[in-house]
């Protein structure tokens, strides 16, 4: 695609629900990161993705947190039993291997209530 | 613990005015150094970046000034338009592309 595409832009979850966002990266990218953005602040990394492997899981913040790219492309991040301070928004961005230019999405905003 | 250090947080500036933007980081495992733009209800995307074997890099109205010594760098928007308002976030990134972003500076430029 032309860019990376994030899908649902908008969720509203009830406490407790589980969610699951997607993201399709540019075709071709190998490497693929999700990042959450509190309101007023810079993204903050959760994890990142080469291919299929998950390379580095260390920013997820609770064992709710699951990301998966199971053939090397599109990827979901789920959170399950949804808490308050889980409302961000999740970005996820994309790039070519052995690059550090990621373009990012356009982002799933939840919100917890 | 913040990685990256950016201030201010929010800026106005005239049209036709420079703004600046500060950052600073401690790691020196940092090897590259993007500014992002990012409007309401969009991603950040890539406005410019630096590589710390050099001091100063321009595209057009837009520069980046490197202290690999002091360990800082700033954004300059020459002659700033009421199109450049924005948030605009720093980032450092380490050898294994995992980014830290500063806390966002939000710009008005007003006509």
Known sequence: GAGVS???????AKRGQDVALRCDPISGHVSLFWYQQALGQGPEFLTYFQNEAQLDKSGLPSDRFFAERPEGSVSTLKIQRTQQEDSAVYLCASSFAGT????????TRLTVV | QQQVKQSPQSLIVQKGGISIINCAYENTAFDYFPWYQQFPGKGPALLIAIRP???EKKEGRFTISFNKSAKQFSL?????????S???FCAA???????????GTSLTVIP
Request: proline residues 5%; without cysteine.
């Open chain 2, 53 to 55: 074997d050099v001091s």
């Open chain 1, 100 to 107: 550090t230019e990621a373009f990012f999405g356009q982002g």
């Open chain 2, 86 to 88: 924005a948030t605009y």
């Open chain 1, 6 to 12: 994030q899908s649902p832009r908008y969720k509203v």
């Open chain 2, 93 to 103: 990134v380490n050898t294994g592309n995992q980014f830290y972003f500063g806390t």
């Open chain 2, 76 to 84: 300059h928007i020459m002659d700033s338009q009421p199109g450049d």
